[in-house]
């Protein structure tokens, strides 16, 4: 219990930093553009919480699927593992011939057909550089080329361009698992791919060098041959790797972000499960609870608890709705804000909602087909790593005093001073030591964005006990107004 209460102070809070609105917007749906058949695309804006949804014209399926915006929550591209469309959903300059080769002309009419297979992110050290991570089938059609293409969005007035496409990385016989996680020095990205039939876990750094790898991990049993029917997530707070499908089960890891090293923490088998035809993951916010999908079942897993396998709970069994075809449960994401979207199996226009994941049983609140899509989508949502992720505190690769933003109108700040909190976690007074001289006041934000200002009393006390349980972070100011350190706090009654 000790190590998971650390880890969560330790994780940037998931929903009230707005710096990073890299998955601020998803684009899901199926060409032609015919609304009253329900096809073209449909477009999910998070900047205002819930999504706003709306049709747009899209140009192809987005099977394979990845969008990204800027920081500010802006789109600027998105794929389907086949071309690279701009902001006005047009071709991007040179976006075209994206995973060249046979499967590029027998699919990209309907949708590269590959899960978890293309991911976008953000080139270090840059603000309008990004790097598009994608599989591509190999000749064999078992094997798959790791490819990523390059995209500079200073170019063309901002639409951007491709500036590099099909880069190789890597070819193996690799799952459609495609993952990654921030590096713990706040900047760099390890990217995690595994290896069918082998234990062997391929990773990557992306630097503002370029790549770095790619290193190989080997841990855990060897992941069934059945790689399609699987998926692999990170924790939110990047402490915990997990992997696996219907054949191979389970598998969890703890990840070291300095080192990318794996210690492999517990594995198990799925049988005894309905509708194991495949399996999708998600975790929660708080990254204690991990949630499992099988085609017609939704699980609970306490990832705190001593025998995890044991601690599953059934929070839903599919309730038979058809939108047209099937509304069963498929692929997870974690959206920004801090709920998680399940897509169906079939090209359905409904996503399944859990509403509080960071709920124990039932009170995660699960909702079977909340949202309506003005279009019919593909079996994949788009994958994101927590870009609200930032550096390790305290870790041997904590070098660049890139520290975590203190609230939503704040930078990402430098600074690491030596201000300690006790008790921590808390149930109601702690006190502050080595403050600066003058400080009177500290501000609060939670998860949800929502901010107090709070007065330091004698010996530099601050009272929470007005404040429901949660994680908590506390800004201090210096005299000028500007901020000092931003502190993690759990509150637990």
């Not at 009419?109 to 976008?120: A, F, R, T």
């Not at 990654?180 to 020095?185: I, K």
């Not at 498929?330 to 959206?335: E, I, K, V």
């Amino acid at each position: 219990m000790r190590y998971f209460l650390i880890s969560a102070l330790l994780f940037t809070f998931y929903t009230a930093f707005t710096q990073s609105k890299y998955d601020n917007i998803w684009v899901l749906g199926y060409a032609p553009n015919i609304p009253q058949s329900n096809f073209g695309g449909s477009l999910l804006d998070f900047s205002n919480g819930d999504p706003s949804i709306s049709f747009f014209n899209i140009n192809f399926d987005l099977f394979a699927n990845t969008s990204i915006c800027d920081t500010a929550g802006k789109l600027l591209f998105y794929s389907n593992a086949c071309d690279i469309m701009n902001a006005q959903h047009q071709l991007m300059i040179n976006g075209d011939s994206i995973n060249p080769g046979e499967a590029h002309e027998i699919y990209c009419d309907h949708g590269y057909p590959i899960l978890q297979s293309v991911m976008s992110l953000p080139i270090p050290g840059t603000s309008d550089q990004f790097a598009m991570l994608h599989l591509r089938y190999h000749e064999d059609y078992y094997t798959y080329d790791l490819l990523y293409s390059s995209i500079n969005m200073a170019a063309q007035n901002g639409l951007g361009q491709v500036m590099s496409k099909n880069n190789a990385l890597a070819t193996a016989k690799f799952v459609q698992a495609l993952t990654a996680v921030r590096h713990g020095n706040g900047r760099d990205w390890w990217i995690v791919l595994p290896e069918t039939l082998t234990n062997r876990y391929w990773i990557w750094q992306l630097t503002p060098q370029g790549f770095i790898g790619p290193e190989i991990r080997q841990w855990g049993i060897n992941w069934n041959n059945k790689d399609y029917s699987g998926s692999a997530v990170f924790t939110p707070d990047g402490t915990k790797y997990i992997s696996g499908n219907p054949g191979t089960g389970v598998k969890i890891a703890s990840f070291d972000r300095c080192s990318g090293q794996f210690n492999l923490k517990t594995q198990f088998n799925l049988q005894g499960l309905d509708s194991l035809e495949h399996c999708s993951f998600s975790v929660s916010p708080n990254s204690r609870f991990l949630y499992l999908t099988t085609a017609y079942h939704l699980y609970q897993y306490d990832l705190v608890a001593a025998n995890i396998k044991n601690s599953r709970k059934l929070i839903a069994i599919w309730d038979g709705y058809y939108s047209p075809f099937k509304t069963t449960f498929f692929h997870h994401a974690l959206a920004p804000d801090g709920k998680i979207y399940i897509s169906t199996a079939d090209g359905t226009n409904v996503l399944h909602v859990i509403n509080n994941p960071n709920g124990y049983g039932n009170d995660c609140q699960f909702s079977q087909h909340e949202i309506q899509l003005p279009t019919y989508m593909a079996k994949d949502l788009p994958t994101f790593p927590n870009f609200r992720l930032y550096d390790l505190p305290g870790s041997v690769c904590d070098t660049l005093g890139i520290n975590a933003p203190t609230s939503s109108n704040d930078s990402v700040v430098n600074v690491n001073h030596s201000i300690t909190i006790a008790p921590n976690p808390a149930t109601g007074i702690v006190r502050l030591e080595r403050l600066p001289i003058g400080i009177t006041q500290v501000r609060v934000c939670n998860t949800l964005g929502q901010v107090w200002i709070l007065q330091l009393t004698g010996n530099n006390d601050l009272d929470l006990s007005t404040l429901p349980s949660g994680l908590y972070f506390l800004n201090v100011f210096d005299n000028q107004g500007q901020v000092y350190t931003t502190k993690p706090i759990l509150l637990s009654k």
